[in-house]
């Protein structure tokens, strides 16, 4: 099963917040804020965007939020999802959002991008549709694999304000170094030396033993 959410993939989202300010009233932003919402509908509008829409009116950023908060409920509606939130550099944003747009096409599994442009934070809601189990954790898998090595190529990091829990584990410790993994241990024993607390969900005791290279 394929989810039509075109409408819902071309919405600015989260960034008119951060770039115009959201339901601020115009005349506390600054000249430079302004100057740079006005650069960026210019540049969105030039390069194909449907629509560029500031949220300076409070009633209009409620209707936009709620838009913004359905789209996840919308896949999940008629499908499980894998949410992912990977983060790159925001020069690189386009660039990923492109790969994961072809790797989507060549391995028919859809994935939705979306928010948040203003910090190059990438969500996606990777569907599994009517695969069973066995062929959705392996295609799954096999399709993360290639993006999370994607985005750290890009300079990126395998979570952008989610964390990292379980099922980014495997990817969180094939990239990040054994001395950042023993410092982070560090912290863990100082503050919780029973590792009683949730222990074992992300950081390897003592070091990055199974970690390797994409």
Known sequence: MSIDISALRRIISDEERLLTGGDIPREYLSEEVVANAARVRTLALQNGALDFIELTDSARSEDIWRVRGALVKAVEAVSEQEPVDIVVPI??????????????????????????????????????????????????HANMDK????????????????????????????????????????????????????????????????????
């Open 91 to 140: 020069s690189r944003t386009a660039d990923f959002i492109r790969f994961i747009n072809e790797l989507e096409a060549q391995s028919g599994m859809q994935m939705v991008s979306f928010g948040h442009a203003g910090d190059g934070n990438v969500h996606l809601c990777v569907v599994r549709g009517e695969r069973d189990d066995e062929t959705w954790q392996r295609e799954l």
């Open 147 to 214: 993006a999370y090595a994607e985005a750290y190529r890009l300079g990126g990091v395998a979570s952008g304000e989610h964390g990292i829990g379980v099922s980014k584990r495997p990817y969180f410790l094939r990239q990040t170094a054994k001395e950042n993994l023993q410092a982070m241990n560090a912290v863990k024993s100082a503050l919780d030396p029973l590792h009683i607390l949730n222990n074992g969900k992300s950081y390897l005791t003592g070091g990055n033993d199974n970690a390797g290279t994409f």
